[in-house]
């Protein structure tokens, strides 16, 4: 009876470490996957004929590069978005148009602007040192493109 309920025992603990054997190669092979994926992405996306790749569950989670949207002005559709950005003193700002139409942005007072973008162009400017707000347009629709930059 004894024996019978140690030979169990020995059983079972075979069996976990059958399933740690199987788990570590699972985990192993999906790292391999995982890899091969995402070398996958980075060709695909040097390629701008290619149709971008669903990506799996897994790779969104575990990729830690999300772009930051901080001291950023992106263009589109005749609109600065945000409209109204609060950036440090003297920080880097980065203006991007989305729009087929050429756009910039300049201050007002001429503290800060930017050249005339074409579609996915970007540039950048120095934020003003001085805390304050900073309205701008974009010159060839200063009418309707306005925003603000809030330097505080
Ligand atoms: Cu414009």
């Known amino acids: 009876?004894?024996?019978h309920r140690h030979c169990e025992r020995m059983n079972l603990l075979l069996h976990s470490k059958d399933f740690m054997k199987k788990f570590l190669f699972l985990s192993l092979f999906s790292a391999m996957i995982?890899?091969?994926?995402?070398?996958q992405q980075q060709s695909a996306s040097t390629s701008a004929t290619a149709p971008s790749p669903q990506p799996s569950p897994v790779a969104t989670s575990t990729t830690p590069t999300?772009?930051?949207?901080?001291n950023q002005i992106d263009i589109q559709n005749f609109a600065f978005s945000p409209s109204t950005l609060t950036v440090k003193p003297g920080s880097t700002v980065k203006v991007i148009n989305h729009d087929t139409i050429q756009h910039n942005v300049?201050?007002?007072d001429g503290s800060f602007r930017?050249?005339?973008?074409?579609k996915e162009e970007?540039?950048?400017?120095i934020a003003p040192t001085k805390p304050g707000s900073y309205p701008f347009v974009c010159e060839p629709h200063r009418q309707t493109m306005q925003g603000t930059?809030?330097?505080?």
């Open 1 to 3: 009876m004894l024996i």
């Open 34 to 39: 995982f890899s091969a994926c995402s070398q």
């Open 66 to 70: 999300v772009p930051t949207t901080q």
């Open 106 to 108: 300049a201050a007002v």
């Open 114 to 118: 930017v050249n005339l973008l074409g």
């Open 122 to 125: 970007s540039a950048t400017f």
């Open 149 to 152: 930059l809030v330097v505080q």
